[in-house]
């Protein structure tokens, strides 16, 4: 098999600016403040639910638009054993930047650097058997025994072996082992509706993960890792928790089922803030039209905020009309158009807001704020979206907390 790879391992994850802790935010636009002591006591106390199961905080995505490498270090210090990232040039941004605890990754193609992955010691997850045999080639042409998790697809759709591909995957996987090409360190899944915890196809995909541990041992493997749980399955279904949980969203203090619960029921608090700054406040008579369209009417006449964030940044253009922000302790919902760079806010005749006041457009649901969760609901989409999409040009200020 040919490993050569034209693409030499890129490390490379867009990064935003970060603010040093305590930098005034004066002269900003906007920021995002990230608590990353919210972070480690989330993660603590994802680890008291997990019992004796080990914590792999999933850092994809930036860390869900937190900071991937502020969060590794955070959520270790919260007691998470592992780390979990999708794309392998996450883990190797990860490692590039000096974080040394395990790291799982899930997403490479056909013809990845996985020579430069193994020599970064990062752990491959082998979801196909293309996967294995190229991970087998990296390993031995590095003279050096792949560390693999086997991901199995019990019936989400979407990642992972299943059928002929995986009872043969299985018994190459053993015969590597035997050769010591590979370690099979772990073996995992991923539920369809683990946020809907009584859903029959929970317990089937559970059932169905353990009879292929039970064929991997009958194969000849000895997985010590088991894992199946995500933060849904973590909160909601201790039966899950097997040898480690995999939590992302709760993570950085987001509900994966706010029909159930908001962070406060679990014991969470939510990591992200962002706010912006009113860039100009401007006296506007009664009937004149709002942003790009027209879509909304003043109704009286008021005072027009001008908030300098839009569809750049990651605010979604679906919250036109409906995204909630509050100023001087009041709730507004964007009126109009959310433009590329700026939202117009309707305060009312009598706001005493003005040019550079702050707007919270992300805080805290047990201090009565917007919440991710409620842009969310807004246009229908999951809290992991609106934080995930906040864009580069909103620099981070990390709180270390105590
Ligand atoms: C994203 C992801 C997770 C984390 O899911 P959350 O719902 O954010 O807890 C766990 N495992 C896999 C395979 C994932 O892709």
Same mark, same amino acid.
């Given at each position: 098999?040919?490993?050569?790879?034209?693409?030499?391992? /890129?490390?490379?994850? $867009?990064?935003?600016? #970060?603010?040093? *802790?305590?930098? %005034?935010?004066?002269?900003?636009?906007?920021?995002?403040?990230?608590?990353?002591? $919210?972070?480690?006591?989330?993660?603590?106390? =994802?680890?008291?639910?997990?019992?004796?199961?080990?914590?792999?905080?999933?850092?994809?995505?930036?860390?869900?638009?937190?900071? /991937?490498?502020?969060?590794?270090?955070?959520?270790?210090?919260?007691?998470?054993?592992?780390?979990?990232?999708?794309?392998?040039?996450?883990? /190797?941004?990860?490692?590039?930047?000096?974080?040394?605890?395990?790291? =799982?990754?899930?997403?490479?193609?056909?013809?990845?650097?996985?020579?430069?992955?193994?020599?970064?010691?990062?752990?491959?997850?082998?979801?196909?058997?293309?996967? @294995?045999?190229?991970?087998?080639?990296?390993?031995?042409?590095?003279?050096?025994?792949?560390?693999?998790?086997?991901?199995?697809?019990?019936? @989400?759709?979407?990642?992972?072996?299943?059928? &002929?591909?995986?009872?043969?995957?299985?018994?190459?996987?053993?015969?590597?082992?035997?050769?010591?090409?590979?370690?099979?360190?772990?073996?995992?899944?991923?539920?369809?509706?683990?946020?809907?915890?009584?859903?029959?196809?929970?317990?089937?995909?559970?059932?169905?993960?353990?009879?292929?541990?039970?064929?991997?041992?009958?194969?000849?493997?000895?997985?010590?890792?088991?894992?199946?749980?995500?933060?849904?399955?973590?909160?909601?279904?201790?039966?899950?928790?097997?040898?480690?949980?995999?939590?992302?969203?709760?993570?950085?203090?987001?509900?994966?089922?706010?029909?159930?619960?908001?962070?406060?029921?679990?014991?969470?608090?939510? $990591?992200?803030?962002?706010?912006?700054? =009113?860039?100009?406040?401007?006296?506007?008579?009664?009937?004149?039209?709002?942003?790009?369209?027209?879509?909304?009417?003043?109704?009286?006449?008021?005072?027009?905020?001008?908030?300098? @964030?839009?569809?750049?940044?990651?605010?979604?253009?679906?919250?036109?009309?409906?995204?909630?922000?509050? #100023?001087?302790?009041?709730?507004?919902?964007?009126?109009?158009?959310?433009?590329?760079?700026?939202?117009? @806010?309707?305060?009312?005749? &009598? %706001?005493?807001?003005?040019?550079?006041? *702050?707007?919270? =457009?992300?805080?805290?649901?047990?201090?009565? *704020?917007?919440?991710?969760?409620?842009?969310?609901?807004?246009?229908?989409?999951?809290?992991? *979206?609106?934080?995930?999409?906040?864009?580069?040009?909103?620099?981070?200020?990390?709180?270390?907390?105590?």
């Amino acid at each position: 098999m040919d490993i050569t790879n034209p693409h030499p391992a /890129l490390p490379s994850v $867009a990064t935003p600016s #970060v603010l040093p *802790e305590g930098a %005034s935010t004066v002269g900003l636009s906007a920021w995002a403040d990230v608590d990353l002591g $919210a972070i480690r006591d989330n993660v603590a106390e =994802l680890a008291r639910r997990a019992g004796d199961a080990a914590v792999m905080a999933v850092i994809k995505g930036d860390a869900y638009g937190h900071g /991937l490498v502020p969060v590794a270090g955070a959520a270790i210090a919260g007691g998470a054993t592992h780390l979990g990232v999708a794309q392998l040039g996450e883990a /190797l941004a990860a490692r590039a930047a000096g974080v040394s605890a395990p790291i =799982l990754t899930w997403i490479f193609p056909p013809g990845a650097d996985l020579a430069a992955a193994i020599h970064a010691d990062l752990t491959l997850s082998a979801g196909a058997p293309w996967a @294995l045999a190229e991970i087998a080639a990296a390993a031995r042409a590095t003279g050096t025994t792949a560390r693999v998790h086997i991901k199995v697809d019990t019936g @989400l759709g979407r990642g992972g072996a299943w059928h &002929d591909d995986l009872a043969g995957m299985l018994v190459d996987a053993a015969r590597l082992e035997a050769e010591g090409v590979v370690d099979v360190e772990g073996i995992f899944s991923h539920f369809a509706y683990a946020d809907s915890p009584d859903h029959p196809t929970v317990r089937a995909q559970q059932e169905t993960f353990l009879a292929i541990v039970a064929d991997a041992e009958r194969a000849g493997l000895r997985p010590r890792i088991r894992h199946i749980a995500n933060s849904a399955a973590t909160l909601t279904n201790p039966s899950a928790h097997l040898d480690m949980v995999r939590p992302g969203v709760s993570v950085y203090g987001l509900s994966p089922v706010p029909h159930i619960g908001g962070p406060t029921h679990f014991g969470l608090r939510e $990591a992200m803030r962002v706010t912006a700054r =009113l860039i100009a406040v401007k006296d506007c008579p009664a009937g004149q039209g709002v942003s790009y369209g027209h879509l909304y009417t003043t109704k009286g006449d008021t005072r027009l905020g001008l908030v300098p @964030l839009g569809y750049a940044d990651g605010i979604p253009r679906h919250a036109t009309g409906v995204g909630p922000m509050q #100023v001087h302790g009041t709730r507004y919902t964007v009126a109009g158009r959310v433009c590329m760079d700026q939202i117009v @806010l309707d305060l009312g005749p &009598d %706001s005493p807001a003005q040019a550079g006041d *702050e707007v919270i =457009l992300i805080g805290r649901e047990s201090q009565g *704020e917007p919440t991710a969760q409620d842009w969310a609901a807004a246009i229908d989409t999951i809290n992991y *979206e609106i934080v995930t999409r906040l864009g580069p040009r909103v620099p981070r200020r990390y709180l270390e907390g105590s």
